[in-house]
T-cell receptor, first 114, second 119 residues
Framework: EPEVTQTPSHQVTQMGQEVILRCVPISNHLYFYWYRQILGQKVEFLVSFYNNEISEKSEIFDDQFSVERPDGSNFTLKIRSTKLEDSAMYFC????????????FGSGTRLTVV | AQTVTQSQPEMSVQEAETVTLSCTYDTSESDYYLFWYKQPPSRQMILVIRQEAYKQQNATENRFSVNFQKAAKSFSLKISDSQLGDAAMYFCAYRSAKAGGTSYGKLTFGQGTILTVHP
């Protein structure tokens, strides 16, 4: 069964450093998403991406965040200057053109900011 | 904006018994999708079941079924013959079906319910 692959599985970074989280969505999917889950809390939408541009973003997704699809397969989330409160599990997801069948999520990247 | 509420932070069930997890949502839209996701200790999000709002028939996937009450904006998940592997956090989620709608494409999640299965 096709999978969404995320790397790394766990990243520790110092406050103020830049991090890039990487995702390889399912190859024939057209919509890509990043979600975040602070430990013990609900999953929150960050951003959706379609046709090489952001289609929607939440208030969490401020100027410190950016997304990119640098080639035909990777989808990245960059946090420019990490804060302690950015510590969370970050999930990448992708869906087909309709998305009515739900998304396929990756296994997540646990980001720890120290 | 759409909201999703799961009022049961924790539930428990004996192995082989049946348990129902509750979910309510608030929306002004008439066409949307509802989902239940399972998050085991590995933290991966796994789709359990989906329901299209325009369909009156409740969705079923093996031991998992839903009770979709559109007028009441309720979407509960029933797990029959519970197994130890069902132990996880369960999230209810909403997605608009309307292109260009305020939340098109985005999933709005509830707070989650931790399900414990006792042998």
């Amino acid at each position: 069964e096709p999978e969404v692959t995320q790397t790394p599985s766990h990243q520790v970074t110092q406050m103020g450093q830049e991090v890039i989280l990487r995702c390889v969505p399912i190859s024939n999917h057209l919509y890509f998403y990043w979600y975040r889950q602070i430990l013990g809390q609900k999953v929150e939408f960050l951003v959706s991406f379609y046709n090489n541009e952001i289609s929607e973003k939440s208030e969490i997704f401020d100027d410190q965040f950016s997304v990119e699809r640098p080639d035909g397969s990777n989808f990245t989330l960059k946090i420019r200057s990490t804060k302690l409160e950015d510590s969370a599990m970050y999930f990448c997801a992708s869906s087909s053109i309709s998305g009515s069948y739900g998304y396929t999520f990756g296994s997540g990247t646990r980001l720890t900011v120290v | 904006a759409q909201t999703v509420t799961q009022s049961q932070p924790e539930m428990s069930v004996q192995e082989a018994e049946t348990v129902t997890l509750s979910c309510t949502y608030d929306t002004s839209e008439s066409d949307y999708y509802l989902f239940w996701y399972k998050q085991p200790p590995s933290r991966q999000m796994i789709l359990v079941i989906r329901q299209e709002a325009y369909k009156q028939q409740n969705a079923t996937e093996n031991r998992f079924s839903v009770n979709f009450q559109k007028a009441a904006k309720s979407f509960s998940l029933k797990i029959s013959d519970s197994q130890l592997g069902d132990a996880a956090m369960y999230f209810c989620a909403y997605r608009s079906a309307k292109a260009g709608g305020t939340s098109y494409g985005k999933l709005t999640f509830g707070q989650g319910t931790i399900l414990t299965v006792h042998p």
